[in-house]
């Protein structure tokens, strides 16, 4: 590739507009989510979303001696049938 090619590839990804899902920036998330903010994503309950993990349909990380849940972005946006960048 040359050096015009590149630079236009870098244009058109500036210029594009940033993916947005229920109002909420795709590229800003973190890596990891918490309940609330995939049940905000997926517009569900966060209760749903807990059931969701237990079930396997989407995996919970758990963390802390609480046990608190996150959520991996690429699962959560594979679920929505998104490929993560």
């Known amino acids: 590739m040359d050096n015009q090619t590149i630079s236009q590839d ?30 905000d ?7 749903t979303i807990k ?3 237990k079930r396997g349909k989407l995996p919970a990380i758990r963390i802390n001696a609480r046990g608190d849940r996150r959520y991996r972005k690429e699962a959560v946006l594979w679920l929505l049938g998104i490929q993560a960048d």
């Open 51 to 53: 059931r969701w993990g």
């Open 10 to 39: 870098v244009l058109v990804k500036q210029n594009a507009a940033p993916k947005k899902i229920n109002g909420i920036s795709i590229d800003n998330l973190p890596d990891l989510l918490t309940v609330a903010e995939v049940a």
């Open 41 to 47: 994503l997926l517009r569900v309950s966060k209760l």
